[in-house]
Nanobody
Framework: QVQLVESGGGLVQPGGSLRLSCAAS????????MSWYRQAPGKERELVAG???????NYVDSVKGRFTIPRDNAKNTVYLQMNSLKPEDTAVYYC?????????????WGQGTQVTVSL
């Protein structure tokens, strides 16, 4: 059974830090492209940070220099380290795992974790 379980969300003041975790099970984690998305109220879900199929990373412009996406294949976990948080970072954050092969595609999502940045 495939599972992506996010944790680490919560309430933090502007300028603070949080580290989100996404623990994966039920599939070969190291083979998958992992990414983090977020969805704020009234807005579309957007890609925040992710790995490319070649092992590089990319970030939405609004988080560059503040967020990083380390992964630990030994622990089947990907993280989102968020520093210098701003109120506009408030959203539900989702973990995504993707694998594309010649004749099949796999796409899994976690349930989301709320991040609120406020005084």
């Amino acid at each position: 059974q495939v599972q992506l379980v996010e944790s680490g969300g919560g309430l933090v003041q502007p300028g603070g830090s949080l580290r989100l975790s996404c623990a994966a099970s039920g599939f070969t984690f190291s083979s998958y492209v992992m990414s983090w998305y977020r969805q704020a109220p009234g807005k579309e879900r957007e890609l925040v940070a992710g790995f490319t199929s070649y092992g590089g990373t990319n970030y939405v412009d609004s988080v560059k220099g503040r967020f990083t996406i380390p992964r630990d294949n030994a622990k089947n976990t990907v993280y989102l380290q968020m520093n210098s948080l701003k109120p506009e970072d408030t959203a539900v954050y989702y973990c995504r795992a993707q694998l594309k092969r010649a004749i099949s595609e796999y796409d899994y999502w976690g349930q989301g974790t709320q991040v609120t940045v406020s005084l």
